[in-house]
C-alpha cells in the first residue's frame, strides 16, 4: 500500500515580511510626500503676510521721508523768508557805536578807520574786515568787534603806547617798549631818545618795526628805564645811547650830565648802580660832566669828570 503524502500550504514568513514592508515603505514615503506637500503649502501660506507686511513697511518708509522732505523745503523757506527780513528791516540799521579802551586816538578816527556807517544794516559787514581796517593805523595792538542786537555795535581797542624816540632827520619816530614804529612826528616829546640804532633809515615807517639787532637791546633799554623809574631818576632821562652794548650810557640834560653804566645785563645790578647814581647826582649838583658807573662797585670807585667851561 503505498504511503498517501499530504500537503500543507505553508506562507513564507519571509514573503509576508517583505510585502508588509514594501506596503510600509509605500505608505511612508506617500507621508513624505505628503508631509511635504504641507510644509510647501504651510511655507507658501506663511510668505504672504510676511511679504505684504514688508510692502506695507516700505510703503510707510516712504511716506515718512515724503513728510520729512515737505518740512526741510519749508524750514528752508521760512529762513530764507527771515534772512530776508533781517536784511531790509529799518529795525537792523545800525544807529549807535561804541568805541571803548582809547586813550591816543579819538572815538571819530577809530570809527573812520573801520569804515562803519550810521544807518546801514547791523548784519552787513564781517568782524574780521573791521579788526583789519582798525589794525591799519599802527597805534593800534588788539582790536574786538560786537553787535548788540538790534541797532549797535561796539568795538573795544588795545592802544600802544610811545614810550622812546628815534631821531630821523629833524623828526622823531615814536616807538613803544616792542619797537614799533608809531607815528612820525616833528613835536619832541617828553620822552628818551635813543641813540646809535641800526634800524635802515629806509624802514622808517609807522607801522614797521626796528631790526633784531636794535630789539636785543631795547631788552636792555626797557631795563634801564625800569630800574631808574624805581629811583624816580626815569624821567630825568633824555637820551639813551645803544650804539655800543658793552658800555650803554644815559644823558641827563637837566642834570648837565652823561652817565657811563656799562653792559646792564645785571638787572639787580643795575639797580644798584641808579641807587649809587641817585646819591651822586645830589652831591654834584649845578655840576655838569661824565659819571662813570661801569666799572666793578666792589673794587673800584666811582669817577666823575666835571666839564670845564
Not at 126 to 132: A, L, T
Not at 185 to 204: A, Y
Amino acid at each position: 500500500m503505498e504511503d498517501d503524502e499530504i500537503i500543507i500550504g505553508i506562507t513564507p514568513k519571509n514573503d509576508s515580511n517583505k510585502n508588509k514592508k514594501k506596503t510600509n515603505k509605500s505608505n511612508s514615503k506617500k507621508k513624505s510626500t505628503n508631509n511635504s506637500n504641507s510644509k510647501s503649502s504651510k511655507k507658501v501660506s506663511n510668505n504672504n503676510p510676511k511679504s505684504q507686511t514688508n510692502k506695507s513697511k516700505k510703503t510707510s518708509k516712504k511716506g515718512t521721508a515724503r513728510k520729512n522732505l515737505l518740512k526741510m523745503i519749508g524750514i528752508i523757506i521760512l529762513l530764507i523768508f527771515l534772512i530776508i527780513l533781517l536784511f531790509s528791516s529799518s529795525l537792523f540799521n545800525i544807529k549807535t557805536i561804541n568805541v571803548s579802551g582809547n586813550v591816543k586816538l579819538s572815538d571819530e578816527k577809530i570809527i573812520s578807520l573801520s569804515s562803519l556807517e550810521l544807518y546801514t544794516n547791523i548784519f552787513n559787514f564781517k568782524k574780521g574786515n573791521i579788526v583789519e581796517n582798525v589794525k591799519e593805523n599802527a597805534y593800534i595792538e588788539d582790536v574786538k568787534v560786537s553787535r548788540k542786537y538790534p541797532s549797535t555795535v561796539n568795538i573795544e581797542v588795545e592802544e600802544r603806547e610811545a614810550k622812546y624816540m628815534l631821531q630821523f632827520a629833524d623828526s622823531y619816530v615814536y616807538i613803544n617798549n616792542q619797537g614799533y614804529m608809531l607815528e612820525i612826528s616833528n613835536e619832541k616829546l617828553e620822552l628818551p631818545v635813543l641813540v646809535g640804532f641800526t634800524t635802515d633809515l629806509s624802514n622808517i615807517k609807522a607801522g614797521n618795526r626796528i631790526n633784531v639787532e636794535d630789539l636785543k637791546k631795547m631788552n636792555t633799554v626797557i631795563k634801564i628805564y625800569d630800574s631808574a623809574k624805581l629811583n624816580e631818576l626815569n624821567e630825568l632821562i633824555t637820551k639813551i645811547d645803544i650804539s655800543n652794548s658793552k658800555n650803554y650810557s644815559i644823558e641827563m640834560a637837566s642834570k648837565a650830565k652823561i652817565i657811563y653804566l656799562g653792559e646792564c645785563s645785571n638787572y639787580s645790578d643795575l639797580k644798584t648802580r641808579m641807587l649809587y647814581l641817585k646819591s651822586i647826582l645830589e652831591k654834584t649838583e649845578g655840576m655838569s660832566g661824565e659819571l662813570f658807573l661801569d666799572i666793578d662797585l666792589n673794587s673800584e670807585k666811582i669817577r666823575f669828570k666835571e666839564k670845564i667851561g
